[in-house]
């Protein structure tokens, strides 16, 4: 005889093939926890309980909700079936009606269960959506690159600033973390020194010419109060350099975790900017290669579409090495090379996990192709180029 498991927010309902009710029984606490449990195939006292009685009653044949309490139960030995999505419907319209007359709670306090079982759901599934990695990844790559621009901000007023002082300096060291390191362990250009600065791992030629434009430094002096500021921001830029440090190992050892393939191909801050452009993992394993490979360059493509212009060849992806260090006339197959296996990886890493190592030799196979093949630039054909110049001026 064919038993009716129905599963609902008040308990679980024991009905027969025309839902008329057997029996029911009401979860003992945390229903919410209780429902996904057994509905996952966990055998709760509530399910045991519920399965000895049923078999009491000469039930030996079960249509369950889910396919894993299908397949829990007949490795219990019973045999069991799913609703179909018909009688799913059905049962899931009429829950309400079900509670009623089995037993479990009134009209009100149904209705009453079901909007807190909702509730309790809804909180879970934020809860679940929210410590997604490739989520914390986006985060992530955001806040270095947000780190990395403020450091470019406060580094450039900190060489206006100081250039007051030492104006010469700017153009001796050129690396920001170097000037701010400086700036913060002498000061005033007279308390310099040849061994601090040879201390500082600077070359012979670098010390020299240090030292010769402090002597003849055409900058004013700088009172005690401006210097402590100065100083005191030249440490806090250094600070910003050790977390742009930290945040970058997070998003390399992230984005291994989450994306080893996407890293792998696009290398790892480009691989997350990537994620992060199109929202998630998933969203960007969807995207077509055509729009990966312009990721990042909407402006440049609704300009084109604008002016009838050529539309960008690469976005994002023209960080990678291999498309800002190959020449003009090779980058956009090189982009699309690279887009074609990012667009491979990412679904490769949502659907299946794991490292393939093809993917990128099949990727070095195709760039020492194209830098073969289109070694020599292109012959330009100067009236097309008129016409294309001419057109985008007239829009």
């Known amino acids: 005889m064919k038993a009716f498991l129905i599963l609902c927010e008040g308990g679980i309902i024991v009905t027969d093939d025309d839902l008329n009710i ?27 309980e ?22 829990s139960l007949v490795e219990k030995g019973f045999k069991a079936e799913t609703f179909t999505a018909n009688e799913l419907g059905r049962i899931w319209l009429n829950r309400v009606e079900l509670m009623v007359r089995s037993g479990l709670a009134s009209q009100e306090e149904s209705l009453s269960i079901i909007r807190d079982f909702a509730i309790e759901r809804s909180e879970a599934k934020l809860r679940e959506l929210s410590s997604k990695l490739d989520l914390q990844l986006v985060e992530s790559i955001q806040a270095l690159d947000e780190v990395d621009k403020s450091i470019n901000l406060l ?24 000037y701010c390191r400086f700036v913060v362990k002498y000061g005033r250009r007279d308390r310099l020194n040849r061994e601090g600065l040879i201390e500082d791992d600077l070359p012979e030629k670098k010390v020299n010419a240090i030292l010769n434009a402090a002597l003849r430094s055409k900058g004013g002096e ?117 887009a074609n296996k990012i667009a491979i990886a990412a679904r490769i890493d949502l659907y299946r996990g794991g490292k393939e190592k093809w993917l990128e030799d099949d990727l070095k196979k195709r760039l020492e192709e194209i830098k073969v093949k289109y070694s020599e630039p292109p012959t330009i054909d100067r009236k097309k180029l008129k016409e294309v110049k001419k057109r985008g001026k007239g829009s």
Not at 22 to 48: L, M, S
Not at 156 to 177: C, M, N, Q
Not at 291 to 307: H, P, W
């Open 155 to 178: 580094a450039t007023r900190v060489k206006e600033w100081y250039g007051l002082h030492f104006p010469e300096l700017a153009s001796i060291i050129s690396d920001l973390k170097t």
């Open 22 to 48: 057997v029996f029911a029984k009401r979860y003992a606490d945390e229903p919410f926890k209780t429902f996904n449990r057994i509905q996952n195939g966990e055998f709760t006292p509530e399910i045991d």
């Open 50 to 71: 519920v399965l000895s009685k049923a078999v009491e009653k000469g039930f030996d044949e079960f249509v369950v909700m889910g396919e894993r309490l299908r397949d």
């Open 222 to 338: 700088l009172r005690d109060e401006d210097l402590k500021g100065l100083m005191k921001l030249s440490e806090e830029i250094l600070h910003l350099f050790d977390l742009k440090e930290y945040l970058m190992k997070h998003v390399i050892e992230t984005i291994e975790q989450v994306a080893p393939n996407v890293a792998m191909v696009a290398g790892p801050t480009v691989g997350a900017r990537l994620i992060a452009k199109a929202g998630s993992l998933e969203k960007l394993a969807q995207l077509p290669s055509s729009t990966i490979q312009i990721l990042g360059a909407e402006k440049a493509l609704f300009r084109a579409l604008r002016t009838k212009s050529k539309p960008p060849k690469h976005g994002i992806i023209f960080q990678h090495p291999a498309v800002h260090s190959a020449p003009k006339w090779q980058r956009g197959k090189i982009a699309r090379s690279i």
